[in-house]
């Protein structure tokens, strides 16, 4: 299953990334706790990886969230996706907090590796598309990273996932108006953070 999220969070582009998110949102819900898990798979690693800022480390955490789910297979499919986004949010805490707790100089450098050669294929049928799409993406998700954890979790929620917002409420565990009170502020910000681009 983690192969899986991480083939297809290789292969996702930038702009599939909101625009797949409407699959699980309002859908009807899946069939099995294997599809649901499949589809949620790269948008749960996106979010992850937001929080996190490290590839190994969001996978992890997607790992985790989908085993621990494993344990709720007993549950109606409609209690999936809060119960899933509630488990990896609290997962991704755990682990910023972790991190935060940790000495410098118990970490691992970081390799530099200058000989390796670049990888100059390019699979997308216009690479100046795929080029603005990257583009757009990185820029999206370094506005997403400047938000506080809690308006970063409620606009991913909210707009990615198009959660309702008693689901998004009962996924952040705060009440629904906290909920709008995190997006309005997020939204101002992003709009800001991304003016200057449009």
């Not at 292969?11 to 899946?30: F, K, L, V």
């Not at 755990?94 to 707790?101: G, P, S, Y």
Request: net charge negative; aromatic share 8%.
């Amino acid at each position: 299953m983690l192969l899986r999220v991480t083939r297809e969070a290789e292969n996702a582009t930038a702009p599939d990334a909101a625009g797949s998110a409407a699959s699980t949102g309002a859908a009807e819900p899946p069939q099995s706790l294997d599809a649901f898990l499949a589809g949620v798979g790269p948008r749960a690693f996106r979010f992850a990886e937001l929080g996190l800022r490290d590839r190994e480390d969001a996978l992890d955490a997607v790992q985790d969230a989908m085993t621990k789910l494993l344990g709720y297979a007993d549950r109606p499919a409609t209690e999936w996706t809060p119960l899933f986004w509630s488990i990896l949010r609290r997962r991704v805490v755990d682990l910023q907090r972790r991190r935060a707790f940790r000495l410098r100089w118990l970490l691992p450098g970081q390799s530099n590796d200058d000989d390796a050669m670049p990888d100059w294929t390019d699979t997308g049928p216009d690479p100046a598309r795929t080029h603005d799409g990257r583009e757009a993406y990185a820029r999206f998700a370094e506005a997403m990273a400047s938000l506080p954890r809690r308006q970063r979790e409620a606009f991913h929620l909210r707009i990615l996932e198009e959660l309702d917002v008693a689901t998004t409420a009962q996924a952040m565990g705060c009440s629904e108006g906290s909920v709008k009170t995190h997006l309005s502020r997020a939204r101002e910000a992003l709009q800001r953070h991304l003016e200057d681009w449009r």
